[in-house]
């Protein structure tokens, strides 16, 4: 699940993403801890291996679900991509564990984010 940072000068305020990447093949028989994404930007994580499946929400400008494409991330996000050829000081970056698509978000993906910037 990797978390894309964005500050853009046109709001002044960092936005937060928070991406659920779907499981790769080899990972068939894993169970999901997402429980549950809302519309406000909210995730709740349930770990299915504790008694009772403890729950814990945190919150986000926006979740983009594990069904959610590259063109579909790209498109919620170009207005501050755009911010750039305007003349604003824009910074996207993504932070997480090891394998949750940091790399597959900003670059290899469809090479949207990449061709912004060629
Ligand atoms: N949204 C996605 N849909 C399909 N496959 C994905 C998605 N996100 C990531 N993957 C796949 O998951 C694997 C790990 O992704 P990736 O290498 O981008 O992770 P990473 O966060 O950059 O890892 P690391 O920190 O180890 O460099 C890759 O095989 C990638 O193709």
Do not use: W
């Not at 500050?7 to 990972?27: A, D, K």
């Amino acid at each position: 699940m990797p978390t894309i940072t964005t500050r853009c000068c046109e709001t002044g305020t960092i936005r937060v993403y928070c991406r659920v990447r779907p499981f790769l093949s080899e990972q068939c028989n894993e169970q999901s801890t997402v429980d549950h994404i809302g519309e406000n930007g909210s995730i709740m994580i349930v770990n299915p291996q504790k008694q009772g499946k403890a729950r814990r929400v945190f919150s986000f400008n926006k979740v983009f679900g594990a069904n959610v494409s590259q063109q579909q991330i790209y498109a919620d996000t170009q207005p501050l991509v755009r911010s750039v050829l305007d003349g604003y000081n824009v910074c996207i970056f993504a932070y997480g564990q090891t394998g949750p698509g940091k790399t597959y978000t900003m670059v290899m993906g469809n090479y949207y984010f990449f061709r912004c910037f060629s």
